[in-house]
């Protein structure tokens, strides 16, 4: 399966199917444009501007939003209802998790989430092997806390997003808040689009992959 970074919290998943998935697309109100970009399916964590821009997503895809069990031509869809705040979304409301089956990867999108790091919500979330996580803080967890649910979900890949980026008008931390409470040798960096395989995991470390937007 590949994965290309489209900035923000938006991803564009493709299954070797060709299914292909974007999560949360955003508005150019971000302070960035989003790419131009088609999709079979659209997943939206919340419907806040810079995560539910679905009408920027060509190939008139299926918007799933809620939580359930989906399936769009082999690729299974979890989504698993959270929180967007440590207040059980008194603060922010409601968070969507999304976990998708793509060539027998598990890969887990966390959304905007803000709650604490749980037993329970850890094990409905297991196994994952690529996690995509905010790490910004103000709105969603912080640094400290993604690397809290890194330490107890223990992907083989993480792939930090909802982070300071150039134009966005959000004020949160740089990714380097995250990435520098990991050793130097664990942290790549510098690509817009990784192609995973099983063969690529099951390894004994974690990876943190920090991705370039994809530019049009």
């Known amino acids: ?10 991803f564009q998943l493709t299954e070797s199917t060709g299914t292909t998935i974007v999560t949360d697309p955003y508005s150019d109100s971000l302070g960035c444009a989003m790419p131009k970009v088609s999709a079979d399916a659209v997943t939206v964590s919340h419907h806040h501007y810079d995560h539910d821009a679905v009408e920027k997503i060509g190939g008139k895809p299926v ?14 869809i979890n989504s698993i209802k959270s929180f ?4 059980g979304g008194k603060l922010r409301g409601e968070n969507i998790i999304f976990k998708f089956s793509m060539d027998g990867i598990e890969v887990c999108h966390l959304g905007d989430i803000g709650e604490e790091c749980s037993t ?15 790490v910004g803080g103000t709105y969603t967890i912080d640094a400290e806390q993604a690397k809290e649910y ?3 979900i223990m992907p083989d890949i993480v792939i930090p997003m909802h982070y300071r980026e150039k134009g966005k008008k959000l004020d949160i931390d740089r990714v380097e808040e995250f990435t520098d409470l990991f050793d130097e040798e664990e942290v790549y960096s510098d690509v817009d689009e990784i192609d995973i395989s099983r063969e690529d995991l099951g390894g004994d470390s974690t990876k943190i992959i920090v991705m370039e937007r994809v530019e049009d």
């Open 63 to 76: 918007v799933i939003d809620k939580e359930g069990n989906y399936e769009l031509s082999g690729v299974e």
């Open 150 to 152: 890194v330490d107890r």
């Open 1 to 10: 399966m590949k994965i290309r970074y489209l900035g923000h919290s938006s």
């Open 120 to 134: 329970e919500l850890i094990e409905s979330l297991l196994p994952v092997d690529v996690l995509l996580i905010p």
């Open 84 to 87: 967007h705040d440590p207040e």
